[in-house]
């Protein structure tokens, strides 16, 4: 079920009006959004524009995407339009075929290598984002180390990895799964410190610079600081007592972990 261009259109303008600058377009394979009301046959990239021409918003993002949606239309609007975030969550699940057949995913690991290339080559600084699961029935070590080779080929700058869980009622479920569990765990631990070293190369890149940050809130846990986030979906820290919900500041990054990074203005 897509929303209309026009419903959503009158929710971002009540929630400009209130103070919004960032909106986030959340769906279940949401880049196969398509708005067939009154005849129309509006695509995510339609969508994007739209509200483009809210001169109250500055950034937009969508999540969750689905590699085999993102259509030629939608990655011209990543280099078109600089109110789409140069950032991407574009789940993968597995870098190898069998496993991704297996998960009925619909596209191989060619295909997403593919999918970024395009992405790369229409907008540069794009980021990637992505979904790992570590141990899903019948994968091998082989499995696993192509997984791990499509890690370093791509560079996901930001991750979400866990081991596989059985879901009743879906067909995984009656699949045998014969890998024990701590080989599952050595797997996530590998995969997740090969990621983590990914992460902390990137932010460490920012430090001694200056970037965008739309502040969210004051930290909870430390009240000199407050937290926003960065074109590229980074924590940030600032250690500020003049900022305010909304602002949008260039933030002097003078260090960083693999999760989060701190600066001033």
Not at 5 to 18: M, T
Not at 201 to 206: A, C, E, I, L, V
Request: net charge positive; hydrophobic share 30%; glycine share 4%.
């Amino acid at each position: 079920y897509s929303r209309s261009i026009k419903s959503i259109s009158d929710e971002v303008k009540l929630l400009s009006q209130k103070g919004a600058k960032e909106i986030v377009f959340l769906g279940q394979n949401v880049n196969a959004y398509n708005d067939k009301s009154n005849n129309n046959d509006a695509k995510l990239s339609d969508l994007i524009r739209a509200i483009s021409e809210f001169d109250s918003v500055k950034r937009i993002r969508y999540t969750t995407s689905h590699p085999i949606n993102m259509d030629e239309e939608l990655i011209q609007e990543h280099k078109n339009n600089m109110k789409l975030m140069p950032f991407l969550h574009l789940p993968v699940q597995s870098g190898s075929e069998s496993i991704l057949k297996k998960m009925n995913r619909k596209y191989d690991p060619d295909f997403y290598r593919r999918t970024i290339d395009r992405l790369k080559k229409a907008k540069p600084d794009i980021e990637i984002s992505s979904d790992f699961i570590v141990g899903y029935p019948g994968e091998t070590d082989q499995d696993f180390n192509d997984t791990l080779k499509l890690i370093d080929d791509i560079e996901f700058t930001q991750s979400y990895s866990f081991i596989y869980s059985s879901r009743p009622g879906t067909k995984a479920a009656s699949e045998t799964d014969d890998t024990p569990l701590h080989i599952k765990r050595e797997r996530l631990k590998i995969l997740q410190e090969k990621l983590k070293n990914i992460q902390l190369k990137f932010n460490q890149g920012f430090c001694n610079k200056n970037i965008e940050v739309l502040i969210e809130n004051k930290s909870a846990s430390n009240p000199e600081y407050f937290f926003g986030r960065t074109p590229y979906m980074q924590s940030v820290y600032i250690k500020s007592s003049n900022l305010k919900d909304g602002d949008i500041k260039n933030v002097s990054i003078s260090t960083c972990n693999h999760k989060s990074l701190y600066g001033s203005c």
